[in-house]
């Protein structure tokens, strides 16, 4: 059988894509934009959701494009044969060009046709949405399917549970949906194996999403104002299925990083698998996340906090592999070196990335230190042999010692850990950072009310003053906006006096005043770069952007959307300077 690479079919994809007619556009950041309910990009319509509602798309209506995602519910399953936190997800998109019966038809000319993956007919399994109260039975998919001389006994209608499709906070653009399966050719489980049925014989390779409705907090479906398709192929695991693998990390794209670990820790990666993997998956999403241009640090809350479990949890699986001395560096620099070409942000951010590691393994190595001095005090003022959750958890969360080393210290000193307790105390505390962290910096609108566009406005207006005071250098390193306030980070080296606050405030006040119309134009990226347009966030925009322009005072590339003329906007009001992190300061501003 031809063995595929991620590479192959990446390049596939997207060159069948492209003779559709649809652009290629780049994956966007890891950290979404758009969304303050989530940690991270868990799938390719993430950064697409703007678009999906309704707003113009600048590359068009047809986009195709391999999106770096971030999966962590699972996160303590992986070691196993299936699960990764980073992966990469082929897409095909229309934004309310075609619908079902060209998406399905593209799906299957890709994977049957000689030219493309070639994947024998009966090898292909499919199921479409049975329909609720909500929405209708997906008949139509049923249609087009058998229109294209699919079998019915290779065709199930199954409930909203596998076949309706909706980002996790459960609000959004969502829909219907296809799915196709690759039959392994393994005996069936039982009488009613099917696709819904998880004993491995049908693997899931590709989700076509027909994506018509939006769903409110309250659950209601309503119409969008017009249909879009959304399909989305995990890039490693469809190479996995279709070269017949048992595990996803036999594919190409960990076989430096395997040989590696096999030559420091002289161990065979068949003899420790599960140590093996974690490292191998943890490392590759500690990387890109470091990689990517949102400055995100190991930290104990929101999108550092799970930095720091990834990092900290491939050290902890290096020492199981014998592993003491430092080699982070060295398996991200595989990392880079294998992915700058596709990803060049990794290269970008390469210092960055090999700082923050180290940084990282020397804070972990003397919580160890010093988590184990603080085990022992614990266990002196212990009554009878068991460790309390809340004890476990204050180690883990006021000094970082992990669970697994309390039980591996409770075990050789006879006692016990009470887990359940542990669990519960980390589930009120995630809780409450997930709170926090909606709050907090995400970068991005909170939605689209009048009030937040002038918010947004006022961003490109305060760029435009701190870089008339403080130079060119100065960019905008993330921003969160609500309807209340804005939030916006910089860079600069210095603390603000309150001389230089008001001196920015009256500044920005000056250019409200103007009553300068904002403008919008469609250009090519270069000639944007080329007109003075600000791009503080390079690599993720596409080959044409919208460009604002404030009269003469402020330019930037964005997506806007902006206040037609700043005599809408109000009073501008610093609330707030302080540091957001090494080199960043934050401002915090109201419109009054
Ligand atoms: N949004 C769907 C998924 O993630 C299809 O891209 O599976």
């Not at 039975?137 to 049923?142: F, R």
Request: with cysteine.
């Amino acid at each position: 059988m031809n063995k595929w690479t991620t590479n192959e079919l990446r390049a596939n994809y997207l060159k069948f894509f492209e003779s559709k007619n649809h652009k290629i556009i780049s994956s966007s950041s890891l950290i979404p934009e758009n969304d303050p309910s989530v940690l991270f990009t868990t799938a390719g319509m993430h950064p697409l959701v703007p678009y999906l509602l309704g707003e113009k798309h600048p590359e068009g209506k047809r986009l195709t494009d391999v999106q770096k995602c971030i999966r962590t519910s699972d996160i303590d399953e992986v070691g196993d044969s299936s699960h990764l936190t980073f992966f990469e997800m082929l897409g095909n998109w229309s934004l309310g060009d075609y619908f079902k019966e060209d998406s399905i038809k593209y799906s299957y000319e890709f994977l049957t046709s000689p030219d493309y993956l070639g994947i024998p007919k009966d090898k292909l399994y499919f199921s479409v949405f049975a329909g609720d109260d909500m929405a209708p039975k997906d008949e139509e998919s049923y249609n087009i399917w058998l229109s294209l001389g699919v079998e019915k006994d290779h065709i199930s209608f199954l409930p909203k549970e596998n076949n309706f499709w909706i980002l996790g906070s459960g609000i959004g653009p969502c829909g219907p949906d296809t799915e196709i399966f690759y039959d392994t050719g393994k005996e069936k489980c039982s009488e009613n194996c099917s696709v819904a049925c998880d004993c491995g014989k049908y693997l899931e390779i590709w989700n076509n999403v027909f994506m018509e409705y939006y769903r409110d907090e309250k659950g209601n479906l309503s119409k969008l104002s017009q249909q879009n398709v959304d399909t989305g192929m995990g890039l490693e695991r469809t190479v996995q299925v279709l070269n017949g693998y048992s595990s996803v990390y036999d594919i190409e794209e960990f076989v430096n990083i395997k040989s590696y670990l096999e030559n420091v820790s002289h161990l065979k990666y068949d003899d420790y698998k599960e140590s093996f993997r974690i490292i191998m998956d943890h490392m590759r999403a500690a990387t890109f996340i470091l990689g990517d241009d949102h400055n995100v640090k190991p930290s104990n809350v929101g999108a550092g906090y799970v930095l720091r479990r990834l990092i900290r949890r491939t050290i902890r699986h290096l020492r199981k592999l014998n592993i003491n001395e430092y080699i982070l560096g060295s398996l991200a620099s595989i990392y880079i070196e294998d992915y700058k070409s596709k990803y060049d942000e990794l290269e970008r951010n390469k210092d960055i990335i090999l700082n923050e590691l180290e940084l990282e393994y020397n804070k972990f190595s003397k919580t160890l230190k010093d988590g184990e001095r603080l085990f022992y005090k614990t266990i002196r003022s212990l009554n009878g042999k068991v460790i309390s959750g809340a004890d476990a958890f204050k180690l883990f969360d006021t000094f970082g010692f992990p669970l697994e080393m309390t039980i591996e210290l409770a075990k050789e000193n006879n006692l016990e850990v009470d887990i359940d307790g542990f669990d519960k105390c980390f589930k009120e505390h995630q809780d409450k950072s997930r709170t926090l962290d909606a709050g907090s910096y995400k970068g991005g609108l909170a939605d689209h009310s009048e009030m937040t566009i002038k918010y947004h406005t006022a961003c490109h207006l305060l760029l435009a003053a701190l870089r008339e005071f403080y130079g060119s250098d100065v960019y905008q390193k993330g921003s969160n906006i609500t309807s209340e306030r804005l939030r916006f980070d910089f860079n600069l080296d210095h603390k603000l006096t309150d001389e230089e606050k008001k001196r920015i405030e009256d500044r920005v006040n000056e250019m409200i005043k103007t009553n300068s119309d904002v403008i919008c134009e469609e250009m090519p990226y270069e000639e944007a770069v080329k007109s003075g347009a600000i791009g503080s966030f390079a690599n993720k925009y596409g080959e044409t952007v919208k460009v604002y322009s404030v009269g003469n005072l402020s330019k930037e590339i964005c997506g806007g959307p902006h206040v037609l003329n700043t005599k809408e906007m109000g009073k501008f009001k610093i609330v707030k300077e302080e540091s957001s992190s090494a080199g960043i300061r934050r401002i915090k501003a109201v419109l009054e």
